[in-house]
T-cell receptor, first 113, second 115 residues
Framework: NAGVTQTPKFQVLKTGQSMTLQCAQD?????MSWYRQDPGMGLRLIHY???????DQGEVPNGYNVSRSTTEDFPLRLLSAAPSQTSVYFC????????????FGPGTRLTVT | GNSVTQMEGPVTLSEEAFLTINCTYT??????LFWYVQYPGEGLQLLLK?????DKGSNKGFEATYRKETTSFHLEKGSVQVSDSAVYFC??????????????FGKGTKLSVKP
């Protein structure tokens, strides 16, 4: 199993550009989520999905869109990048939310200039 | 809302020293509690968890006990190694309505262990 994979590993964008961060898992997990990690802030939940076709907002959803057309994939879209979106982004998945372990991808380091 | 507070870092210890990283939480209901570890340049990995009061989670020599009376889940290890150098995150699972089960993280504590 590859686990949770994320691409790209690094990305530099100019303000106003758009892009999609890719996330895929091969563990048949129903629950997937996106977090951003900023210095001194821990991880904050952006969006999550409890299954294909179902998504919902987390703590910091503004400026990001998600969709879940398949169980395996959960892309995160930045519509118009802003410097405040400079961060490290992690995707995670689990069989379900709650008591179960979440498996994290290696992260995408995004810089917006 | 629910929240997690953990001790500020960085924490620097000598090899074989005793480690405690404090974590307290605020939650309605009965959340599950977790410690995740992040090694340099990597994503987070689950270190241990506890799902109800008085449960003790343990893994790789690390332990933490779910204390409902003090709303705490402190991480301990009796003898740290250089390989334990990492950032440690305390987390709880949301208990409220539609966001039930989502994780709320503390800000992380960076541990450096010197030989």
């Amino acid at each position: 199993n590859a686990g949770v994979t994320q691409t790209p590993k690094f990305q530099v964008l100019k303000t106003g550009q758009s892009m999609t961060l890719q996330c895929a898992q091969d563990m048949n997990h129903e629950y997937m989520s996106w977090y951003r990690q900023d210095p001194g802030m821990g991880l904050r939940l952006i969006h999550y999905s409890v299954g294909a076709g179902i998504t919902d907002q987390g703590e910091v959803p503004n400026g990001y869109n998600v969709s879940r057309s398949t169980t395996e994939d959960f892309p995160l879209r930045l519509l118009s990048a802003a410097p405040s979106q400079t961060s490290v982004y992690f995707c995670a998945s689990s069989y379900g939310a709650g008591t179960l372990e979440q498996y994290f991808g290696p992260g995408t380091r995004l810089t917006v200039t | 809302g629910n929240s997690v507070t953990q001790m500020e870092g960085p924490v620097t210890l000598s090899e074989e020293a005793f480690l405690t990283i404090n974590c307290t939480y605020t939650a309605t209901g009965y959340p599950s509690l977790f410690w995740y570890v992040q090694y340099p340049g990597e994503g987070l990995q689950l270190l241990l968890k506890a799902t109800k009061a008085d449960d003790k989670g343990s893994n790789k020599g690390f332990e933490a006990t779910y204390r409902k009376e003090t709303t705490s889940f402190h991480l301990e290890k009796g003898s740290v190694q250089v390989s334990d150098s990492a950032v440690y995150f305390c987390a709880l699972s949301e208990t409220d309505g539609g966001s039930q089960g989502n994780l709320i993280f503390g800000k992380g504590t960076k541990l450096s262990v010197k030989p």
